[in-house]
T-cell receptor
Framework: EPEVTQTPSHQVTQMGQEVILRCVPISNHLYFYWYRQILGQKVEFLVS????????KSEIFDDQFSVERPDGSNFTLKIRSTKLEDSAMYFC????????????FGAGSRLTVL | GQNIDQPTEMTATEGAIVQINCTYQTSGFNGLFWYQQHAGEAPTFLSY????GLEEKGRFSSFLSRSKGYSYLLLKELQMKDSASYLCAAYSGGYNKLIFGAGTRLAVHP
């Protein structure tokens, strides 16, 4: 079964450092998303991306965040200057754009900011 | 506004039936989704309702009432592996944003 692939599975970084989280969505999917889940809390929407541009972003997705689809397969989330409160699990998700519009999630990247 | 509410925790016995309720308020309703999430793992899709009524999928069923802004997930013949969080979710304003409730943590006991 096709799956969304995320790397790294776990990253530890120092506060103030830049982090790039990578995702390879399912190949025929057209819509891409990043979500965040702080430990013990709900899954929160960050950003959606379609046709090489951001469709919608949440209040969490401020200037320190950016997304990119550099080569037609990878979809990346960059955090420019990490803060302690950025420690969370980051999930990438994608969907086809037809049918029930079910989001398929990757296994997640756990980010720990020290 | 947009809001999705579900109970925080539930417990049930192996082999029993449990119903997890969800109420929602979203703009531009485009379907109600249920996901399962085991601790430390990604949400996985369980079921989807866009029309009123019951959708059955093996041991899992989901019900929707659009007029009441209400859905439930019914789990039958509970197994220990069903211990997980169950997330209610709905699109808000088109398909650009799927919003999740806080999740219901279900503990299945022998």
């Amino acid at each position: 079964e096709p799956e969304v692939t995320q790397t790294p599975s776990h990253q530890v970084t120092q506060m103030g450092q830049e982090v790039i989280l990578r995702c390879v969505p399912i190949s025929n999917h057209l819509y891409f998303y990043w979500y965040r889940q702080i430990l013990g809390q709900k899954v929160e929407f960050l950003v959606s991306f379609y046709n090489n541009e951001i469709s919608e972003k949440s209040e969490i997705f401020d200037d320190q965040f950016s997304v990119e689809r550099p080569d037609g397969s990878n979809f990346t989330l960059k955090i420019r200057s990490t803060k302690l409160e950025d420690s969370a699990m980051y999930f990438c998700a994608s969907r086809t754009g037809s049918g029930a519009n079910v989001l398929t999630f990757g296994a997640g990247s756990r980010l720990t900011v020290l | 506004g947009q809001n999705i509410d579900q109970p925080t925790e539930m417990t049930a016995t192996e082999g029993a039936i449990v119903q997890i309720n969800c109420t929602y308020q979203t703009s531009g309703f485009n379907g109600l989704f249920w996901y399962q999430q085991h601790a430390g793992e990604a949400p996985t899709f369980l079921s989807y309702n866009v029309l009123d009524g019951l959708e059955e999928k093996g041991r899992f069923s989901s019900f929707l009432s659009r007029s009441k802004g209400y859905s439930y997930l019914l789990l039958k013949e509970l197994q220990m592996k069903d211990s997980a969080s169950y997330l209610c979710a709905a699109y808000s304003g088109g398909y650009n944003k799927l919003i999740f409730g806080a999740g219901t943590r279900l503990a299945v006991h022998p």
